[in-house]
């Protein structure tokens, strides 16, 4: 069995509820008011957070680039040690009318970076350019302006007396909303939010399915050895309309797997299909659609190098 580590090798402190408060990067003159309430392209309609919950990616990830949109100010991503550049982007699901990005760094931060938006993941325009950020927790905000699907946060050079990579505990985007002119309307603006997973069961537990779901990064479930497929199913207690789902493999983990859907535990829809997954502990965030109770995580083939079994550290569906 593996032995890999859920955490990064350094600590720090989370940011408080406020923003911190230390200096913004000279170059630029981020307000710290709310984002814009007006705009000349949508009358009045308000700012509203876009990003919360959506799919993350990044170049590199020592802790999950999930954590930067989780809406939890304790947690964050952090990308791998001594790399320029690196990167992170949250996929906001179709093009946004983009108003503000606020970033709350934590103290290994960019001392240069840029903010980009693109409408297909693969060609990017640069929103904002950032110089002369400095080494410490800070909270950048920064006017935007334009409709993208995919916001880029690109960090070219670490601030003065950074030794490690990058890291924000939240990344936030704003864009205009559509007028809530019914219920309907005003719930469609809700950011997909973390759902409760009230128990998992698997196939087969070396260690149990629960520590799937338990929050603790720490701690993990593990399959039978060599034993193809095997699973594992989150039940949400009933059906929830659900988003996206992020997984947390451990070293020993999936090349091949479908993601799941079921309301009676025993007829399954496929929502994702992954393939190409290679050995090592890594997070997969992959969007999903449909209303289910039960998802399950059905794993077909082992990465290339893993003798062994299948194993999560944890497993997160997102939705409402």
Same mark, same amino acid.
């Given at each position: 069995?593996?032995?890999?580590?859920?955490?990064?090798?350094?600590?720090?402190?989370?940011?408080?509820?406020?923003?911190?408060?230390?200096?913004?990067?000279?170059?630029?003159?981020?307000?710290?008011?709310?984002?814009?309430?007006?705009?000349?392209?949508?009358?009045?309609?308000?700012?509203?957070?876009?990003?919360?919950?959506?799919?993350?990616?990044?170049?590199? #990830?020592?802790?999950?680039?999930?954590?930067?949109?989780?809406?939890?100010?304790?947690?964050?991503?952090?990308?791998?040690?001594?790399?320029?550049?690196?990167?992170?982007?949250?996929?906001?699901?179709?093009?946004?009318?983009?108003?503000?990005?606020?970033?709350?760094?934590?103290?290994?931060?960019?001392?240069?970076?840029?903010?980009?938006?693109?409408?297909?993941?693969?060609?990017?325009?640069?929103?904002?350019?950032?110089?002369?950020?400095?080494?410490?927790?800070?909270?950048?905000?920064?006017?935007?302006?334009?409709?993208?699907?995919?916001?880029?946060?690109?960090?070219?050079?670490?601030?003065?007396?950074?030794?490690?990579?990058?890291?924000?505990?939240?990344?936030?985007?704003?864009? #205009?909303?559509?007028?809530?002119?019914?219920?309907?309307?005003?719930?469609?603006?809700?950011?997909?939010?973390?759902?409760?997973?009230?128990?998992?069961?698997?196939?087969?537990?070396?260690?149990?399915?629960?520590?799937?779901?338990?929050?603790?990064?720490?701690?993990?479930?593990?399959?039978?050895?060599?034993?193809?497929?095997?699973?594992?199913?989150?039940?949400?207690?009933?059906?929830?309309?659900?988003?996206?789902?992020?997984?947390?493999?451990?070293?020993?983990?999936?090349?091949?797997?479908?993601?799941?859907?079921?309301?009676?535990?025993?007829?399954?829809?496929?929502?994702?299909?992954?393939?190409?997954?290679?050995?090592?502990?890594?997070?997969?965030?992959?969007?999903?659609?449909?209303?289910?109770?039960?998802?399950?995580?059905?794993?077909?083939?082992?990465?290339?190098?893993? #003798?062994?079994?299948?194993?999560?550290?944890?497993?997160?569906?997102?939705?409402?």
């Amino acid at each position: 069995m593996p032995s890999s580590v859920a955490s990064s090798s350094r600590s720090s402190v989370a940011p408080s509820s406020v923003a911190p408060s230390s200096v913004a990067p000279s170059s630029t003159a981020p307000s710290s008011s709310a984002p814009s309430s007006s705009s000349a392209a949508c009358g009045n309609c308000p700012s509203v957070l876009v990003s919360q919950g959506r799919p993350v990616t990044a170049s590199t #990830q020592m802790t999950p680039a999930a954590n930067a949109v989780d809406g939890n100010p304790g947690t964050r991503w952090e990308s791998n040690h001594g790399i320029d550049p690196s990167w992170i982007t949250v996929d906001l699901g179709s093009n946004k009318a983009l108003t503000q990005v606020v970033i709350d760094w934590e103290a290994a931060n960019a001392g240069s970076y840029q903010i980009q938006g693109s409408t297909n993941g693969t060609s990017w325009t640069n929103l904002k350019s950032v110089t002369g950020g400095t080494f410490g927790t800070r909270t950048d905000t920064h006017a935007v302006s334009g409709s993208y699907r995919y916001v880029r946060i690109y960090a070219t050079a670490r601030s003065a007396g950074n030794q490690w990579g990058y890291s924000i505990w939240e990344l936030k985007v704003y864009a #205009q909303g559509t007028p809530a002119s019914s219920s309907a309307a005003s719930s469609s603006l809700a950011p997909a939010a973390p759902l409760n997973i009230v128990a998992a069961t698997a196939s087969t537990a070396l260690t149990p399915a629960a520590n799937a779901i338990d929050k603790n990064g720490g701690t993990r479930w593990e399959s039978f050895h060599a034993l193809d497929p095997s699973w594992i199913v989150l039940d949400l207690g009933s059906a929830k309309t659900l988003n996206s789902i992020a997984i947390d493999w451990e070293a020993a983990n999936a090349a091949t797997y479908t993601v799941q859907g079921s309301n009676d535990n025993s007829n399954w829809t496929t929502l994702a299909t992954r393939t190409g997954g290679t050995f090592g502990t890594r997070t997969d965030t992959l969007n999903i659609a449909g209303s289910y109770r039960y998802v399950r995580i059905h794993a077909t083939a082992r990465s290339v190098g893993n #003798q062994w079994g299948y194993s999560i550290w944890e497993a997160r569906v997102l939705g409402w």
